[in-house]
T-cell receptor, first 109, second 113 residues
């Protein structure tokens, strides 16, 4: 079983829709959580960190459920430019990150 | 401020050839990393360097060596390339330990025939 698991998608949604991705992690010692975004044939870039109380950045909301060991990302009012692969990332309080395989989002007009 | 740079962008090798992938960062970060990304596998850590002068193995180190030349530069060497090493290679650097953001270079697309 992978340490970080994500539904690969693709999620195909129309512009303006709300879409949510979940990610589960297996190691309860995980301490830090992130969502990275990766555009096709580009490098990953940090989208947002995920805090225990949940956090919001514009149209993006991240939630953490430690009891069930999952992280979620909600995107409201989807834009064409949101089309990308979203990587769930966890850290066990070391210098090393564990990456999920990503969830692909395609927003259509 | 270029961030993280990698050379080359593309490379084709024959089985058994060697090559070095170069990475440099200008953000004064202590930690640097090499990953490979394969379809369906996600990013996997090959080697990392928590500070100048130190290197450690990651998840998939076999067939690779690294050198942390100075604080800015971290190179990855394939001594005898194999088709299984066909992949996209990303270098990254980080500013603040486990909670720090990792900044990635644009990647090197390597094909081994």
């Amino acid at each position: 079983r992978k340490e970080v698991e994500q539904d690969p998608g693709p999620f195909n949604v129309p512009e303006g829709a709300t879409v949510a991705f979940n990610c589960t992690y297996s190691n309860s010692a995980s301490q830090s959580f992130f969502w990275y975004r990766q555009d096709c044939r580009k490098e990953p870039k940090l989208l947002m960190s995920v805090y225990s109380s949940g956090n919001e950045d514009g149209r993006f909301t991240a939630q953490l459920n430690r009891a069930s060991q999952y992280i979620s990302l909600l995107i409201r009012d989807s834009k064409l430019s949101d089309s990308a692969t979203y990587l769930c990332v966890v850290n066990r309080n070391t210098d090393k990150l564990i990456f999920g395989t990503g969830t692909r989002l395609q927003v259509f007009p | 401020n270029a961030g993280v740079t990698q050379t080359p962008k593309f490379q084709v090798l024959k089985t058994g050839q060697s090559m070095t992938l170069q990475c440099a960062q200008d953000m004064n970060h202590n930690s640097m990393y090499w990953y490979r990304q394969d379809p369906g596998m996600g990013l996997r850590l090959i080697y990392y360097s928590a500070s100048e002068g130190t290197t450690d193995k990651g998840e998939v180190p076999n067939g690779y060596n690294v050198s942390r030349l100075n604080k800015r530069e971290f190179s990855l060497r394939l001594e005898s390339a194999a088709p299984s090493q066909t992949s996209v290679y990303f270098c990254a650097s980080s500013d603040a330990g486990p909670a720090g953001t990792q900044y990635f270079g644009p990647g090197t697309r390597l094909t081994v025939l």
